[in-house]
């Protein structure tokens, strides 16, 4: 909840989850070796992790602060609700009784991965309301006469009307007051920041870890002074920023710069503001000419595999399985990386594959494992199963617990375990799979196609994760259900005979969506279109309707 701060002073908890200190850092006085300096724990706030706060800019929040008392009314109100709903939604489970609610009910929300992706809604009613405050400070106006004398009539009237300062008109008194009372909140949040800093231990939760890793109390005690110092120092920068931002405000209202030279002078200071905490996560290092696809070469292990030139199989990797993805770059992997896996699969590797099943990993087709040995880089299992293969015998279980405990003691060449609570369809069954043979003749990501030769009718077990919300399956070019079996995989009944089986992806929210859109396009053009013809129109009626004198 505290770390909302962090939209003004950006390190107020520290920043990063590991930041570089300079060598005049307080932990390289305490005796650090300056190896270590490049990246240590400054962030000391209760994220397990965080690659940089949420900052929106000094200057943005002071303009938006001023929004608040220049930005009509109507406008105003929803910009700021926008923005307070965004920092509520943001505190998560720091305000349980308004964002469980909404997690339970909003649709969709429940999909997104942190509470903090709400802020996008800040990101935008911030800038948009400090930009409408701008807009109003920056209005061109018409400097009052010294005074209703005619100066053309009285000569030395004229020369002082062109040395003297123009006077404020009535709408830039009324904003002047407003300007002072926006800058005066946002450094006065900044000073208040900067007094609690004087309360605050900086103590962070990693700091016990620390210790044990051999972090003397010296070092310990540099390392908070550190943190200390990074939250006063994006103080003092801040109230930097917000008192330029106030002071050209100021002496435009007052007429000392005019509209074009107070609109630079604002816009340089956003950017050198946004730019100055940018650099802190983007530096120069971050930027190189190659690519990542030239960054990420094979190694030996990758090299043996991609001999083998089979339409599809899996690679497992055990160096880290599921926290790497370099593995899917260069093959279809059984682990890897991603931020959002299905839940079920997710089930599959805490409770199977994580327990050495080498069943499981036969069913998922894992032809090649990548041990890390330097003398056998490369395993290749014997029991894979393929692409698709007939089964022997149905096993019906009746939930999903049944069906995950089934795959601990079972042969998936010959049985397939289907939930009959989510597939009451299918019955138990036994088959006579002798003969027949199922081959993949096409792969791509989104639509797969298969030869069969079913001798007896049967179930075709498929090394395919199961996706309801997408995958139609096709037999002999018509739609035919498919279930699930083995938890995660897909499987089909299949008539006797020669047929070709086919799955495409072709979820109806991407069609749907596809289709709003376009109409939402054209709509639109129509509309700027219309508008066009209107204002022409309007324009010509205004033309013919001017009196003759007039026009002479």
């Not at 005074?147 to 009285?154: F, G, R, S, V």
């Not at 036969?362 to 395993?379: A, E, S």
């Amino acid at each position: 909840m505290g770390e909302t701060i962090t939209l003004l002073i950006p390190n107020f908890y520290g920043g990063a989850s590991s930041m570089p200190l300079g060598s005049n850092s307080n932990l390289a006085k305490a005796g650090l070796p300056p190896e270590y300096l490049a990246g240590m724990p400054t962030y000391w706030g209760q994220q397990s992790y965080t690659a940089g706060p949420v900052y929106m800019g000094a200057v943005v929040c002071f303009l938006f602060i001023l929004g608040l008392f220049v930005v009509e009314k109507r406008t105003r109100y929803w910009l700021l609700a926008g923005t307070v709903l965004s920092i509520l939604l943001a505190w998560g489970k720091n305000f349980e009784s308004f964002n469980y609610l909404i997690f339970d009910l909003l649709p969709g929300y429940n999909k997104f991965r942190a509470v903090s992706m709400a802020l996008v809604i800040a990101q935008l009613a911030m800038p948009i309301l400090g930009a409408l405050a701008l807009s109003r400070v920056l209005r061109p106006r018409t400097p009052q006469p010294l005074t209703p004398t005619d100066p053309q009539q009285h000569p030395a009237l004229a020369k002082a009307a062109g040395t003297a300062a123009p006077q404020l008109t009535a709408e830039a008194a009324a904003l002047l007051p407003k300007v002072l009372y926006a800058g005066a909140i946002t450094a006065g949040i900044c000073v208040l920041a900067y007094l609690a800093s004087f309360t605050f231990d900086f103590a962070a939760p990693i700091d016990n870890e620390l210790t044990k890793q051999g972090f003397t109390p010296e070092l310990l005690s540099g390392l908070r002074a550190d943190r200390a110092d990074l939250l006063r120092s994006d103080v003092w920068r801040g109230l930097l920023f917000i008192g330029a931002a106030l002071g050209v405000l100021y002496f435009h209202l007052k007429g000392r710069l005019n509209v074009m030279t107070a609109s630079g002078l604002m816009v340089v200071l956003v950017l050198v503001d946004l730019w100055g905490v940018d650099k802190r996560y983007l530096g120069n290092d971050k930027f190189q000419r190659e690519t990542i696809a030239e960054a990420i070469q094979p190694t030996p292990a990758n090299q043996m595999i991609m001999r083998d030139t089979a339409l599809s199989y899996r690679v497992f990797n055990l160096q880290n399985p599921f926290n790497e993805a370099q593995t899917s770059y260069f093959h279809k992997s059984i682990g890897g990386y991603h931020g959002a896996k299905l839940r079920r699969y997710q089930d599959l590797i805490e409770r199977q594959i994580s327990n050495n099943n080498q069943q499981v990993l036969n069913m998922l087709n894992m032809r090649y494992l990548i041990t890390g040995d330097p003398k056998q880089p490369v395993q290749r299992n014997p029991g894979a199963l393929g692409n698709a293969w007939f089964v022997s015998e149905v096993k019906l279980v009746n939930s999903p617990d049944e069906e995950m405990a089934a795959l601990s003691s079972f042969n998936p060449a010959t049985e397939a375990v289907v939930d009959v609570s989510k597939f009451p369809q299918q019955k138990a069954a036994t088959y006579n799979a002798a003969g027949s043979t199922v081959t993949l003749t096409n792969y791509s990501p989104d639509e797969l196609k298969y030869s069969v030769n079913a001798k007896q009718p049967g179930l075709v077990v498929f090394s395919e994760i199961y996706y309801a919300d997408g995958w139609q399956a096709f037999l002999d070019g018509k739609p035919v259900p498919h279930i699930r079996a083995n938890y995660v995989l897909r499987a089909m009944q299949v008539p006797a005979g020669q047929h070709t089986i086919e799955f495409k992806f072709e979820p109806k929210s991407y069609a749907v969506g596809n289709a709003v859109s376009l109409a939402s396009s054209i709509a639109l053009l129509l509309m700027i279109v219309g508008a066009g013809v209107y204002a022409a129109r309007r324009k010509q009626t205004k033309d013919e309707l001017v009196p003759a004198e007039v026009v002479a």
